[in-house]
Nanobody, 120 residues
């Protein structure tokens, strides 16, 4: 199973970006999908999570600015980021809890990361 992120890049403060993360491979079902980020010199932190039924949760630092969504038919999760500021600069990673066969356990799979730089 692989997760491939896209959509990172350089954006000015106050700008927006939309990240995508598509899962592929031997997938029976996907439970939670989430976005993490790791800023230079800091630990990786959970940004937001979405469950299989669409419930969401956000870190306080991004509430009201970021929106997570998913297209279960495409095994894809999105992160719409608005009102970006320099503190949002980080490598963003998507993660998914994947079941590869019926009655099997869930495996936490990670993407390779995509860099988001917020700077003027």
């Amino acid at each position: 199973v692989h997760l491939v992120e896209s959509g990172g890049g350089l954006v000015q403060p106050g700008g927006s970006l939309r990240l995508s993360c598509a899962a592929s491979g031997s997938i029976f079902s996907i439970n939670n999908m989430s976005w993490y980020r790791q800023a230079p010199g800091k630990e990786r932190e959970l940004v937001t999570i979405i469950t299989s039924i669409g419930s969401t949760n956000y870190a306080d630092s991004v509430k009201g600015r970021f929106t997570i969504s998913r297209d279960s038919a495409k095994d894809t999760v999105y992160l719409q980021m608005n009102s970006l500021n320099p503190e949002d600069t980080a490598v963003y990673y998507c993660s998914a809890d994947v079941q590869t066969k019926p009655y099997g356990g869930y495996l936490k799979v990670w993407g390779q990361g995509t860099l988001v730089t917020v700077s003027s």
